[in-house]
């Protein structure tokens, strides 16, 4: 958690302008710092074969508890956001945040349930409830599951390598990748995807785009950007989309993360390309 801090403060002190959404990220952490709740890890082996076939791991049958543990970091959120603890936030958030605070433990969990099903009906109804967009209702519930998985990760990541995931879609909850990034590994320099929805990171392919599994690199081209040297623009030219990627050496970056390079997305926008799996958009 503390290496998280310091590495969104890193990360703030070069790129100045992304100061209010750092800021959300950074009061979410506090938070919940002290509020200690994790998925259950059963044991992972009878969904191995559904796995393999390509269903992400929260589609499976494989129960990690994940509505009542995510719910009630969501409910964490809804009763502490109401406090002066987020006085520093942007005025917009601080009241989504007073809205949310009218939600209870049982709708937090079926919120979350719901995202996790694409229960839009229901999402739609909770945000006439409370006053507050679902777009928020979605990205608090994630920012929840998120922390709920944040126990279980390495064990989560470790059943991923061994089982060899392919696809460019998140091998836990099935949202696009939003981010890459390279880490130095026992196999060399290797292409990491990054998921900005639970946080969960897998190797993919070096070369090939993740969103249509274009491999062809004369359909493809790199857009690099003198301002900032860490990172690069990966772009798709058969499916039209791009992918952010972090190239700096440090693997405790804040810069693989979806909303630390979201002057990059403003940057795309107009180009005819799109970007796929980011939880915050410009
Ligand atoms: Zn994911
Ligand atoms: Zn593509």
Redo the contacts with the bound molecule.
Sequence with gaps: MENTLKAVEKWVKSHPYLKDIAALNTAFEKMLENFNVSADMPDIKHIKEQFIQGTPLLLTDLDLGIDNKAGAVFYEICKKGSESLIAELPEIMQNVLKDLSKLSEDNCIKIIKAVLEGNDTFLKEMAEKTGAAKEYLEYFAWVSIKKALSGVKAEIEEFISENGWQKGICPVCGNHASTAFFKHTKRGRQRFLHCDHCGTEWVYKRIG?P??D?LDQKKMSIKDSEDEPDMRIDL?H??N?YLKTYIGEDNNSAGKEGWASIHLDILMEDTGFTSKGSLVKP
């Design positions: 785009c969103y249509c274009n798709c058969n499916c989309s």
